[in-house]
């Protein structure tokens, strides 16, 4: 079968999307750039263990090699990084082993004591402040908690200190906020950016002066054991840790914390462990997990390239088209799922791609799971929570990489 040509053309509606553009089908990004989206579950693992799907842009994107893709293009600098997301096969599996012996469930089990100490100060932060009888003001939860918990955790592992107001952490912060601000000039954009490589050098030269067990320091030991990374890798993946497991995980909380605030009759159920549909299912993982499924925190990973003219679900694609795989789409797959719509945590089967499949996986999905199992339960059991705002009309954030929502405007008051 070959792909019907007309493009559709990509809006802010991501789930409106999905269901347009059916399981595979070409589509136009706000950018004007065009790329074949992908958007069923059986379709997306597929291509995302086939040895001819390369996600290497320089080598295997014709247009971008014949200089068709403009500078400014939002896929860019997502298809041309030096660390694993743009790698392909060999160098890829190289470059990937730098991360996930960090990252496996037993060093994450490690890290939950200091999980809860961020999570712990962060909620003291949003605490209300004494009002009079009248409704506490609303404050903005996506901005105030979901924000400020992964980017101190993921500081906090690569060993930067995140009490200290007046060093690197408020510079790597606001260059990693940079990234996902749409609303900023391209002058303020690129002098963050500046603002947080140049954090991340000096990281690394305080840490090759004084080692201590952080995983920088344990990065840099794999740059100084032999000639198997550069010192600019080392640097590059440290950025590509602060960078992707950053509003990824923000948006993995606001969609766990709408859901909940959408469906209440799971709240209770959730606090009192009550929810999981068998022994080894906790009631906060049954709710991460379908959060992940009904409201996959990344959308579009750009991009892949057949090597070669490949055929998945019976669709014949040629060597060099630009794929978007729909990890959001995965999740809603009625061939999968029954009401693949409707969120519910007390579902059996909540298979989801959310941290995507094969070779490319997330390495971060326990931490992130983790940071949510944490600062789900802290939240809900310390404050009764109220949306603001009709849920219907709270816009989604911007752009169609990542899944979440603009604001959650909210009032808190602490549970007795
Ligand atoms: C809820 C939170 C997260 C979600 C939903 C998420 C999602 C994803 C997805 C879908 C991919 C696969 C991309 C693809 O195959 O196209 C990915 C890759 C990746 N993620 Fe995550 N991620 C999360 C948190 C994290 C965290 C906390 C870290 C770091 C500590 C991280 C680091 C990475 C890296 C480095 C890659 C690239 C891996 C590769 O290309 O081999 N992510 N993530």
């Not at 060093?107 to 961020?118: G, R, W």
């Not at 996902?180 to 000039?185: K, Q, V, W």
């Not at 080894?280 to 057949?306: C, K, Q, Y």
Request: proline content about 7%; charged content about 20%; aromatic content about 6%.
């Amino acid at each position: 079968m070959t792909i019907e040509t007309t493009p559709y053309v990509l809006t802010a509606d991501i789930y409106a999307d999905i269901k347009n553009v059916g399981p595979v089908g070409w589509v136009e990004m706000p950018d004007g750039l065009r790329a074949v989206m992908v958007t069923d579950y059986a379709a997306i693992k597929e291509i995302g263990t086939h040895p001819d799907v390369s996600r290497d842009a320089a080598a295997h994107w014709p247009d971008l090699r014949a200089g068709n893709v403009p500078a400014d293009s939002l896929v860019v600098p997502w298809v041309t990084n030096a660390g694993p997301f743009s790698a392909y096969g060999a160098e890829h599996r190289r470059l990937k082993k730098l991360m996930t012996p960090a990252f496996t469930q037993r060093q994450v089990d490690k890290l939950e004591p200091m999980i809860h100490e961020i999570v712990a100060g962060a909620l003291a932060e949003i605490a209300p402040g004494p009002h009079d009888g009248h409704q506490a003001e609303p404050m903005d939860l996506r901005a105030e908690f979901c924000f400020p918990v992964p980017i101190r955790t993921i500081g906090a592992v690569l060993g930067v200190d995140v009490d200290d107001e007046q060093d690197l952490f408020p510079v790597i912060r606001a260059g990693a906020d940079a990234l996902f601000d749409t609303n900023i000039s391209r002058e303020e954009l690129g002098a963050a950016f500046v603002g947080l490589l140049g954090a991340i050098d000096e990281l690394i030269a305080r840490k090759r002066a004084n080692p201590d067990g952080s995983l920088t320091s344990t990065l840099i030991q794999a740059n100084e054991d032999g000639d198997t990374y550069t010192a600019t890798e080392i640097a590059e993946v440290v950025r590509i840790l602060i960078v992707a497991g950053y509003e990824t995980t923000v948006n993995l909380l606001d969609q766990c914390i709408f859901l909940l605030l959408t469906h209440p009759q799971y709240v209770a159920a959730a606090l009192a462990e009550e929810l999981g549909s068998d022994a080894a299912e906790t009631a906060w993982g049954a709710i991460i997990d379908e959060a992940l499924r009904h409201s996959s925190p990344a959308n579009v990973v750009p991009m892949r390239f057949p090597v070669k003219d490949i055929v998945i679900a019976g669709f014949e694609i040629p060597a060099g088209t630009p794929l978007l795989v729909s990890f959001a789409g995965a999740g809603r797959d009625a061939k999968v799922h029954e009401a693949p719509d409707v969120f519910d945590p007390t579902r059996t089967k909540k298979d989801h791609l959310g941290f995507g499949y094969g070779p490319h996986r997330c390495p971060g999905a326990a931490m992130a799971i983790a940071e949510a199992k944490i600062a789900l339960p802290a939240l809900f059991s310390r404050y009764r929570l109220t949306l603001v705002e009709d849920p219907a009309e709270i816009p989604a954030n911007d752009g169609i990489i990542t899944n979440g929502h603009a604001r959650l405007l909210v009032t808190l008051e602490p549970n007795d």
